[in-house]
């Protein structure tokens, strides 16, 4: 270093010991509206504050000494290090009553000292002391003091630097007596609901909302204090209300500055008494005290409210309610409310819908007084349809009232609607009222339960070719209205393919004999030589027969576990044949002709070698007819073509076929098996054909309509071997099916979006096409039958209207509870023909 520059080293050493000044200092004691106006008993709070008046600094540690007068300040409640996140804070045990040692350091592991930017003030610690209440020296202190003996004591620090700066002492304060608060306007205290208003009855409710005004030197929180609310009924004893003091109370500990909010979320200055006593004088009072401790200053200078309750209150609901379904029988469960003047419940019930959500009635609270309305089982109080009363409990102690009520008149399979009410005393006292009832809770159920299954199904074959004898214990249950069975003789899926709606259909069976006793059926129609598998559901009673035709019907039946069986019917030749009336004359099968041979005369050869005449009879084609209902099938009449020259019929014609030959040839008397395909996909066997010398007829019913648009009919015999296979076999009966009437889906309904999101996509559309416009119902059933919603629509409005129509749904009950996820069902329904037009299978998932 030069000696030119050796002058500016004093420079430069003043000047990095004076950038970095600042000033230390406390804040005012925060008590009350004025400043340094401390009531004795109160619990002020003083800040130590840093404020950097030149460059940017940063702390890396912070040592305080501050001394106080014990016979002032008789406890240190708190002392809070505003900065956890840069220092750690080190209190020290006082040498003696008066005086605080501390410091606040950084971690030595992982420092992060606290950045003080130029002109910024940063708090550094709070204290919260308590003001000795007995305390009557001078009322002019200081309440904290820098100990004086060395600043060391009193240091900030940026590593070994000291950027303290000026150390600026603490204002005086105004120690004042205890006294009450001071209010301008508790006086006001009133009702805020006359008895007639909308808390009539049995609850009074307080406000002194007025009182914002309320001033004490004690509390720091916009003069808010802790009010007390007290009750007092005729001649009795004040006694004070619970209210929802702080934990722990400011009167226990006034390091807790919260005010006092009644007992109402949320609000201040305001309270709520219920359950009074109706027809007796009660008397209300309220009073404020401050935080000084260990004795608050209560206001004792406070208006009285009297008021003489008139109870239209009703109870509170019941919960928890349940319900638990039998055989035409709904058990409701619930737990009844704890108020003290309950007195019993009232059960309506609905078979088509809701019960509407209107009130019971109540007390009349004004002259003439007067109970509330009285009912009895049996009445329909909204209007008839709208509900009818099935229990009214009489009025009980609230222990005694009934929790349970059991509905032995509920429908299987439909949907019973009910809402549960409650009610309160009805006393003598003219201004005693009662009988208010609440509002109601509602719940549903579905009365039914899923019968047993039967057992020992078997299938045997019968004494008959073609038959199948079915045998079964009934199911244990006496509510078994009867069996459903279906068939299949397909040996790839066996009894997979076979299901409630699935398969073909043997028959329903109503149940004749008691519960567990055998019974049997006989069926015949069926091919021999195949396997057939039968699955057999019984299935329950309810308030209509079971119509597997009518989805809403046999949603209302429930079924039992499947039962199976199966049968081989062994194969039996065919015994029909062909014969001339002439007895020598049998039918040949010959290529490419059929000649007859008779006995007489012989095929001879003459000796002078002429040959005898040999006769040659060929076998003439049969002559088959078809009926389709009444109308006669003939190909090469335009009797009942229309519609591009196409056979017109009805969708469930019975169908009757004639075989017949004529003379010299005739049927014999053997049986013949025919067997008639539809479409080239369902078999039906024409067993126990009638059979005449010269002619053979068969009769069938379809066991499903024929849908609109074209069908063919093949008629043959069984056994594809027979001797006349070629000669007795019908073949393209081709027919048509003309659209109904009455309207129809006339194509595959669908749904979009599917899965769907009821948060995500808001609406589900479902879409289909109408031959005609209709009143059209659409039910959304879970995946246990239970309709969740039902849609409506009108004839020729969208949903009902000729043609495309698209609808949507929110993803809600009928009720606007959102529906959980899962897969539903979705039928389209002709309300005036009470039949499903079609369906969809809708995932909901979120």
Request: some cysteine; aromatic content about 10%; overall charge negative.
């Amino acid at each position: 270093m030069t000696r030119k520059s050796l002058w500016l080293l004093p420079v430069l050493l003043f000047f990095l010991a004076t950038s970095c000044l600042a000033d230390l200092y406390f804040s005012y004691p925060i008590v009350g509206r004025q400043k340094n106006k401390i009531e004795v008993g109160s619990s002020p709070e003083i800040a130590i504050l840093y404020n950097n008046t030149t460059t940017d600094v940063k702390i890396t540690q912070v040592l305080l000494t501050l001394v106080y007068d014990p016979n002032l300040i008789d406890g240190i409640i708190v002392i809070k290090n505003e900065n956890p996140n840069n220092f750690r804070l080190n209190q020290y045990e006082t040498i003696a009553p008066g005086k605080i040692i501390l410091s606040l350091d950084v971690d030595t592991v992982k420092p992060k000292p606290l950045k003080v930017e130029q002109n910024q003030a940063i708090k550094l610690i709070t204290i919260i002391c308590h003001i000795n209440q007995a305390y009557t020296g001078d009322n002019r202190q200081v309440l904290f003091s820098w100990l004086t003996n060395g600043n060391d004591h009193n240091s900030v620090l940026q590593k070994e630097l000291d950027v303290t700066g000026n150390r600026l002492a603490m204002p005086w304060s105004d120690i004042k007596p205890s006294k009450p608060p001071e209010f301008s306007g508790l006086n006001q205290v009133v009702s805020r609901h006359p008895i007639w208003g909308a808390n009539a009855g049995n609850t009074i409710m307080l406000d002194w909302g007025s009182a914002a005004g309320a001033y004490d030197n004690t509390k720091s929180y916009n003069g808010k204090l802790t009010y007390r609310v007290y009750l007092k009924v005729e001649d009795g004893q004040w006694e004070e209300q619970p209210s929802e003091q702080p934990v722990p109370d400011p009167r226990q500990n006034p390091a807790d500055r919260s005010p006092f909010l009644g007992n109402i979320p949320l609000t201040e200055n305001s309270y709520v008494i219920e359950n009074l006593e109706d027809g007796k004088t009660h008397y209300v009072k309220v009073t404020a005290s401050d935080d000084t401790s260990p004795l608050a200053n209560e206001q004792q200078n406070t208006a009285i409210l009297s008021v003489v309750p008139v109870d239209t209150k009703p109870p509170g609901l019941v919960h928890n309610v349940t319900s638990q379904v039998g055989d035409h029988s709904v058990l409701l469960k619930w737990e009844n409310p704890k108020d003290n003047d309950f007195a019993g419940v009232v059960i309506l019930k609905r078979n088509l819908g809701l019960v509407p959500e209107n009130s019971l009635g109540g007390a009349q609270p004004a002259s003439p007084y007067k109970d509330g309305p009285e009912y009895s089982e049996g009445e329909t109080p909204f209007g008839a349809g709208q509900g009818t009363i099935i229990f009214v409990s009489p009025p009980d102690s609230p222990e005694y009232v009934p929790t349970e009520f059991q509905d032995v008149s509920a429908n299987n399979g439909v949907i019973s609607y009910y809402r549960i009410y409650t009610y309160d005393y009805a006393a003598d006292s003219p201004r005693d009222m009662g009988r208010n009832y609440s509002q109601g809770v509602p719940t549903r159920a579905k009365a039914g339960i899923v019968p047993r299954a039967i057992t020992n199904f078997k299938a045997e074959a019968g004494s008959n070719p073609g038959e199948v004898l079915l045998s079964w214990n009934n199911s244990v249950d006496d509510f078994v209205a009867g069996v459903l069975v279906r068939f299949s003789d397909d040996d790839r899926q066996k009894f997979a393919g076979l299901d409630i709606n699935s398969g073909v259909l043997a028959g329903v069976f109503q149940t004749t004999l008691g519960p567990g006793e055998k019974e049997s059926k006989l069926l015949t129609g069926f091919a021999t030589g195949h396997n057939y598998y039968f699955k057999a559901l019984a299935y329950n009673q309810t308030a209509n027969e079971l119509d597997l035709d009518n989805d809403l019907e046999l949603f209302q039946h429930l079924f039992s576990l499947p039962v199976t069986a199966q049968v081989k019917l062994p194969y039996v030749e065919p015994t029909t044949t062909l014969q001339p009336t002439v007895p020598t004359t049998t039918l040949q099968l010959n290529e490419p002709t059929t000649t007859l041979q008779p006995t007489v005369p012989t095929t001879t050869l003459q000796q002078n070698g002429t040959q005898a005449p040999v006769l040659k009879t060929e076998i003439p084609s049969p002559e088959v007819k078809i009926w389709f209902g009444s109308d006669l099938f003939q190909a090469n009449s335009s009797q009942k073509f229309n519609l591009n020259n196409r056979f017109i019929v009805k969708p469930n014609p019975t169908i009757k076929v004639r075989i017949s030959v004529n003379q010299p040839f005739a049927f014999s008397e053997h049986q013949i098996t025919y067997k008639m395909i539809v479409d080239n996909a369902t078999v039906y066997s024409l067993p126990n054909p009638k059979i005449s010398q010269n002619e053979i007829s068969f009769e069938k019913m379809l066991l499903e309509p024929l849908t609109p648009g074209d069908h063919t009919f093949h008629f043959l015999p069984e056994d594809p071997g027979l001797f006349a296979a070629n000669l007795l076999t019908v073949k393209d009966v081709k027919v048509y099916v003309a659209a109904n009437e009455v309207s129809r889906v006339v194509d595959i309904p669908i749904s979009f979006p599917s899965p769907f999101n009821p948060e995500k996509d808001g609406e589900v559309s479902f879409q289909y096409t109408l031959s005609k416009a209709a009143n059209i119902d659409i039910y959304i059933f879970d995946a246990t039958a239970r309709i969740v919603a039902r849609l409506t629509f009108q004839a020729g409005a969208n949903g009902g209207q000729s043609g495309q129509n698209t609808v949507k749904w929110d993803g809600k009950s009928d009720q606007g509870a959102k529906i959980s996820n899962g897969i539903y069902f979705i039928n389209i329904v002709s309300r005036d023909e009470n039949r499903a037009f079609g369906k969809i299978r809708q995932v909901i998932s979120r």
